[in-house]
């Protein structure tokens, strides 16, 4: 009674905000009680959601033994009761009521005409049809099924804690009517062994409502339209758009905001995960946590609040983004996956496989990331047309300079970086084919031509005179000019690494396109951005 007295119920279930309420009813039997729980699910106007318990019965099963699926038969007959009840009782608009059992063969005998059935199951499957005749019965796991706590009974002790029970199922928390995987086959035999002499026995057609594998399906043609990450999901960020009009009868226009991305963004990761790690969650939703067996048992996996299946670690208390600090798992063998990680490395302008897998890794923990990187850098044709093959040499030792510690830029080193074609915006041109090609040209003395004529003479004289005022300028900062040895790499090796670096960007992104001065300057600072927030060590697959 003291775990009892933990319980706490909320009176209060709706707000003025509310757009659409649906009913959610489940039930389930077993062979000492059969019962059923009855929830209110309800959509509001910034398309978020809220599901609340009403109302639950049980009942014990009867001293003579009966069958399983005629006890299933009579917890739909106690759910029937308990919605219709509830919907006399509540006085408000409810649009949608649908109701779930885990068991195939009541729901193919809710769509057999009553006078088919024998007597037992006829009285109950019509008493059903009358009382439900507006509703949809649809399929559910006994996985997911509150009402399986009902049937087989619950510590008090687990009651408070237990969100299956007092939330419902994680698919109604995340806006969505039904389960999503369609119901296993039937066992033919038991469906007929209740019909009544005479009566063939078919398979029953489409009176009731079960849900199918479109998920799957829409998200494989939607994957074959284009190879574009963000195309795709600009794609199903307007279906959901659209999905959400038609069931809030709000209309919404313009362009596509980030809420709606990151949400199209979760929909997809959480339909990939389900098509691939259905039993670690289904594990994880039971509480049971990841099997022993299990490829992903070092992971430390949990789902969050909206479904999605992320790694664990130990950077809880820092300050990094929920994203980065619990990555979203992706299976190795996926197309989306293989999207993902093209996104990243034309994102950030052709880098490597190392670099490419830390920049994932702040949002995706794909399976074999550092195999899965490599292969798409491998398989990327402007980085295998910028690296060719060289030969390489054998280095001397570092200079003193370079080993001795001292604080930073003391001892700094230059290098020459290009040359660079950068193209001007044809204004010379422009006049010639405006006004035609000239013999001579005439301008006056002008500040702004005897400018440029004087600047063009200093740096033909720089070109081929030592700049003294540079010299000067030097020695009395008391800087000294050192020239390092001929063809001696290693003395220069760590400046010329830092050029080859930018040069890995440069060679993919620019090639043979003659740039604008601004565009340069823009790729420059591009290329500066992604060298400085490289990762200085390797990255390890497990999560520590």
Sequence with gaps: MKCIEKVKITRFILTDTWLRIVLQGFADASEAAYGAVVYLQCFYQNNSGKVTILASKS???PIRVISIPRLEVCACVLLAQLVQKIRSSLKLEIRDIVLHTDSTIVLAWLNTPANHLKTFIANRVSKVQRLTENCCWTHVSSLLNPADLVSRGLSPRDLPELNLWWNGPLFLERGELSSGPGPPLMNESEYSCELKNGVVPEMPMSSVCVST???????????CMSNSYVKILRIFSYVLRFVNMKKSNVIVSGPLCASELDHAENRLIRIVQGEVFSAEIRDLQCQKGVLPNSKLKNLNLFLDSYGILRVGGRLGNSDLPYVSKYPAILPNKHKLTNQIIVYFHLKNLHIGASSLLHCVRERFWPLNGRSLCRKIVHECIVCFKAKPVVTSQLMGNLPRDRVVPDYPFNCSGVDFCGPFMIRYRNQRKGVLHKIGKCAKLYSDNGKTFVG??????????????????????????GIEWKFIPLRAPSFGSLWEAALKSAKY????????????YEEFLT???????ILKFQTPVPLIEQCG
């Design 523 to 529: 790729v420059s600072i591009q290329i500066e951005g």
């Design 452 to 477: 440029a004529n004087l600047e063009i003479k200093g740096l033909l004289k720089l070109l081929k005179e030592p700049d003294e005022k540079l010299s000067g300028f030097l020695s009395a900062e």
């Design 505 to 516: 960007h440069l060679k993919r992104i620019v090639g043979r396109s003659n740039l604008t």
């Design 213 to 223: 594998n479109s998920d799957l399906s829409f998200l494989s043609d939607l994957l």
């Design 59 to 61: 009942r014990v099963a």
